[in-house]
């Protein structure tokens, strides 16, 4: 019979896999429900270790209780900060995706650390990674296998993920992650020869998205698993990896139709088709030449040994020699560097052509600068606690000196300033460097290749995480938590160490029954927020399908119901209000987005709703107006609001507030 045990490890180390893929087909995770979902499934992880494991908290040191530590005073800090925001929906969403991300660290923290757990832990993931990015790359490649729906932006891959930076550093991770189960000895040839098939799908993948931070920082990942894991195979990766990788990346790179605005036009079609065969000849070529080395190069390399003394040296000669080269390509490429540091900073977008292989080009930095400064400007006005959690998007809507659309900071330190001040950010980097240091201590001895695949990913995300919203894309951020969590936690006691029947419970490390049933009520009480939070966004959800297809029957019936779930949030206030303007019931749309007002009073959104809904009642709607316009000045519905509100005609208010506001399918 099969040890429960053993069976229970295994399905929670294929946890984070299985929740990976969900989150990337649910919009990478970004909307409340899917990390509501996944924090009430945590929970429940947690709630059943408590009640069954035998030391539930077996791998807790200090090094984990520090960043367990850490990361609950900023989730509290994230709630509480609705105080002080008083936008209590945005703050409770926030707070639960904090929750999610300190639940992953909690969960496989508590696992006694081993090297056999950790290497299955990153198969899973990378098995993970590999079908989310091979099912975006079907989409590009074979559009009629796996069609796409319009509302995607199909000018960049970014399917499942709906994002495709995202997308890109999520192929990076399974480079990473499939170049080291490639070149690592410990692993069986069938996941060696698997894995080298991987990389050319991977690196396809990530091409299409077109995305220089991935790429960039791929490339710079890769460089330091070399030279931090220098696994005894690579050569073998490499050799069967690099050429299949190159040759697909030159079809996909010939395929210029498919790097248009419009990649499914009948000709972009037949490239596509010449794309997936070049891809999958590659993957083939791969994984045969793979299978050819496990027994020649593979073999030579395994009986290949250094005096360990002669190894440091060669290491520390190569880590100099490397140094002193970047050193030598800085000074002879200086006039370069400084050139396209310039063509950086400058606003203009990258790749502003048809040709979406321009931007592979141009460092611009396609308004990043303007999003980063409004952070940090905001930064000097609350320096300690910041503006509340989630509010950067009312401080862009009205600080912007451009007129382009952004939620977030596209980098998650001057977001956390801006949102949490000094405070949160200290916050966050004490998690983070806990975790990097830690596993970086870890780059030794025999497991030396596999720690530095787990700190080559934790590496790339944090890197990436300071150019994007990567925080806000939980099928991105979840394996940082999820490995860093595994990689703080202690060693598995050995076998030696076993404890008799006879030794009392408190020195096996066992818990008495109280404090189980204290720590599983706690565990039920951390659920309850995503829990509401979920089944108030599934409802929201709903209302909102049905509000664009214009069924406000099915609408109210769904908003009401999310309010009667959950009622500090203002969407649903608001899909209401627009109902009852199309009831002509003018006073009780005005009642619903008052109402929405008063949850989120500095959001232009509801003071422009609420300019529309008195013009529809005949009621002076430029008070409203005037206030949308002061929270948001650049966006042109508002200006065209005002402008055609401007007037002192009561009958003109009416009918053009009934017009606009029939108009409008999502808010």
């Known amino acids: 019979m099969l040890d429960s045990r053993r069976v229970g490890a295994a399905a929670l180390l294929l946890f984070p896999a299985g929740l990976t893929v969900y989150f990337a087909f649910s919009s990478g995770g ?76 909690v969960v496989f923290g508590s696992i006694a650390h081993t090297r056999e757990r950790m290497t299955w832990l990153l198969r899973a993931i990378a098995v993970g990674v590999v079908v989310v990015c091979t099912s975006g790359l079907i989409t590009r490649v074979l559009p009629h296998v796996w069609p796409t729906t319009a509302e995607l932006a199909n000018n960049r891959l970014s399917f499942p993920v709906t994002y495709w930076n995202a997308l ?50 791929g490339l710079l990942v890769v460089l330091i698993y070399v030279l931090l894991g220098r696994p005894r195979q690579l050569a073998s990766a490499l050799v069967a990896a690099a050429p299949a990788t190159a040759i697909a990346l030159k079809f996909a790179y010939d395929a210029n139709l498919l790097a248009t605005p419009n990649p499914t036009t009948p000709a972009a079609v037949i490239q596509g088709h010449r794309v997936a065969i070049a891809v999958a ?84 930095n396609n308004g990043r600068i303007d999003v980063w400064r409004v952070a940090w400007h905001q930064l000097q006005a609350a320096p300690l606690v910041g503006h509340g959690a ?44 806990t975790v990097l240091i830690t596993v970086v201590q870890r780059c030794r001895g025999p497991t030396r290749p596999l720690y530095a695949a787990v700190f080559a990913v934790l590496i790339a995300w944090a890197i990436h995480a300071g150019i994007d919203w990567d925080w806000e894309m939980p099928v991105v951020t979840l394996p940082f938590f999820v490995l860093g969590g595994f990689a703080l936690a202690r060693p598995a006691a050995r076998p030696s160490a076993t404890p008799t029947i006879e030794t009392p419970a408190a020195m096996r490390g066992g818990l008495a029954p109280p404090i189980r049933t204290l720590l599983g009520l706690t565990c039920l009480l ?84 609420l300019a529309l809904m008195r013009a529809a009642a005949g009621l002076d709607p430029r008070s409203a107006a005037q206030e949308a316009l002061s929270l948001n000045p650049r966006d042109p519905l508002v200006r065209y609001v005002w402008q055609t509100f401007n007037v002192d005609t009561p009958a003109k208010w009416q009918t053009d507030g009934r017009a606009i506001a029939s108009r409008l399918t999502s808010l």
């Open 30 to 105: 970004f909307y409340a429900g899917p990390p509501a979902y996944g924090g009430v499934l945590l929970c429940a992880i947690l709630l059943l270790r408590v009640m069954i494991a035998a030391d539930p908290f077996e791998g807790f040191g200090w090094r984990l209780s520090v960043a367990v530590s850490a990361f609950s005073l900023l989730a509290l800090l994230t709630l509480l900060s609705e105080s002080w925001s008083h936008t209590p929906g945005t703050a409770l969403v926030e707070f639960d995706r904090s929750l999610v991300y300190l639940l992953a660290i």
């Open 390 to 433: 989630g509010t950067y998007a009312e401080a862009w809507a009205r600080y912007r000196p451009v007129s382009f659309f952004a939620v977030d900071a596209h980098s998650l330190y001057l977001e956390t300033l801006d949102e949490l001040g000094i405070i949160g950010l200290v916050l966050l980097l004490t998690v983070l460097l």
């Open 526 to 609: 951390l659920a309850i927020t995503p829990g509401y939070v979920w089944l108030s966004q599934r409802k929201l959800d709903q209302a909102a399908r049905a509000f664009s297809q214009g069924n406000c029957s099915v609408a109210t019936r769904a908003a009401l119901s999310s309010i009667s779930t959950l009622g500090i949030r203002p969407e649903p206030y608001q899909i209401l209000s627009y109902c009852d303007i199309r009831r002509n019931t003018p006073h009780l749309a005005i009642a619903a987005i008052d109402k929405a007002i008063s949850l989120a009073p500095n959001n232009w959104n509801y003071r422009y709703s």
């Open 168 to 217: 890109g550093l999520l192929a990076v991770i399974g480079i990473v992650l499939c170049l080291h189960t490639s070149s690592d000895q410990h692993e069986p040839p069938i996941a060696r020869v698997v894995a080298a098939a991987a990389i050319p799908v991977l690196a396809t993948t990530l091409f299409f998205t077109f995305s220089r931070g991935a790429i960039a920082t």
């Open 281 to 364: 000849i590659s993957a083939a070529v791969a994984a045969a030449v793979r299978v050819f080395l496990l027994s020649t190069l593979d073999t030579r390399l395994d009986r290949f040994s250094l005096p360990p003394d002669r190894r440091h040296r060669i290491a520390r000669a190569a880590w100099v020699s490397g140094g002193v080269g970047a050193l030598i390509a800085a000074g002879t490429f200086n006039g370069a560097i400084v050139h396209e540091y310039h063509r950086f900073i400058r606003s203009t977008p990258p790749g502003a052509s048809a040709d979406f292989r321009a931007r592979l080009t141009d460092p611009g």
